[in-house]
C-alpha cells in the first residue's frame, strides 16, 4: 500500500536561509508525487508535481524538489525562504489508477523567523 | 472562476447528530473527492464521486455517505456524529475520474466540530 513518511513535524529557518523539506514514500511502481501548502484558513494548494521524466521539478513560488528511485525520496527545497512561506506543507503519492486520489504524509510546520 | 467553495465554513454539532457538508467543484470539473484532515494529520480520503456515483472509498465506515447531484456538486453526510469526527473536511474537484495530467483543486473546507 502506499504511504507517504515527513520526518520532520516542525521546521524554523531565518528569512534568506534555504529550505529543504523531507519526503519519504512507500510505494511498489513509479509513483506520481505531489506537493502541497496549506495555510491557516486556506484549502490546499499545489506547488509542484512529478510524475515521469526530469527528476528535478521546477514549481510555483520559487520551490523545486528532486525525485530519487534510490532513496525513496521526493524532498522540497527553495533557496531562499520569504516570510510569506509560513504555512504546513503536505507531501503526497498519487494513486496509480486515479492520478487525484492522494495519500498525504503528516505534514511538515514552517516557521520563518524574522 | 470561483474555484472549489464549500459550505459551511464552520460548523458545531452534538455527538449522535447528522451532518451535511457541501462543495461545488470547480468549473469544467466533474469529479468530487472528500477528504477528512484531523488536527495535526493530513488528509485522508473518504470517497470519489464521478457521474453521480460513488466510484472509490478509503477507510471509512457507512456512517459517511455522499451524493453527487447531475450539476456535479456533491455532499457530504456522517450520521451518528462521534467526537472523534472532528476535523477539517475538505472537498477537491477534478476532471475524469483522476485521468492523468489532470490537477486536483481543493476547497478551504468545512470545520466540523462535535461536541
Known amino acids: 500500500a502506499q504511504s507517504v513518511t515527513q520526518p520532520d513535524i516542525h521546521i524554523t529557518v531565518s528569512e534568506g536561509a534555504s529550505l529543504e523539506l523531507r519526503c519519504n514514500y512507500s510505494?511498489?511502481?513509479?509513483?506520481?508525487l505531489f506537493w502541497y501548502v496549506q495555510s491557516p484558513g486556506q484549502g490546499l494548494q499545489l506547488l509542484l508535481k512529478y510524475f515521469s521524466g526530469d527528476t528535478l521539478v521546477q514549481g510555483i513560488k520559487g520551490f523545486e524538489a528532486e525525485f530519487k528511485r534510490s532513496q525513496s525520496s521526493f524532498n522540497l527545497r527553495k533557496p531562499s525562504v520569504h516570510w510569506s512561506d509560513a504555512a504546513e506543507y503536505f507531501c503526497?503519492?498519487?494513486?496509480?489508477?486515479?492520478?487525484?486520489?492522494?495519500?498525504f504524509g503528516s505534514g511538515t510546520k514552517l516557521n520563518v523567523k524574522p | 472562476d470561483a474555484g472549489v467553495t464549500q459550505s459551511p465554513t464552520h460548523l458545531i454539532k452534538t455527538r449522535g447528530q447528522q451532518v451535511t457538508l457541501r462543495c461545488s467543484p470547480k468549473?469544467?470539473?466533474?469529479?468530487v473527492s472528500w477528504y477528512q484532515q484531523a488536527l495535526g494529520q493530513g488528509p485522508q480520503f473518504i470517497f470519489q464521486?464521478?457521474?453521480?456515483?460513488e466510484r472509490q472509498r478509503g477507510n471509512f465506515p457507512d456512517r459517511f455517505s455522499g451524493h453527487q447531484f447531475p450539476n456535479y456538486s456533491s455532499e457530504l453526510n456522517v450520521n451518528a456524529l462521534l467526537l472523534g469526527d472532528s476535523a477539517l473536511y475538505l472537498c477537491?474537484?477534478?476532471w475524469g475520474q483522476g485521468a492523468m495530467n489532470t490537477e486536483a483543486f481543493f476547497g478551504q473546507g468545512t470545520r466540523l466540530t462535535v461536541v
Open positions: 464521486y464521478y457521474e453521480e456515483e
Open positions: 477537491a474537484s477534478s
Open positions: 503526497a503519492v498519487g494513486d496509480l489508477y486515479n492520478f487525484n486520489k492522494f495519500y
Open positions: 468549473s469544467g470539473h466533474d469529479t
Open positions: 510505494y511498489g511502481a513509479t509513483p506520481y
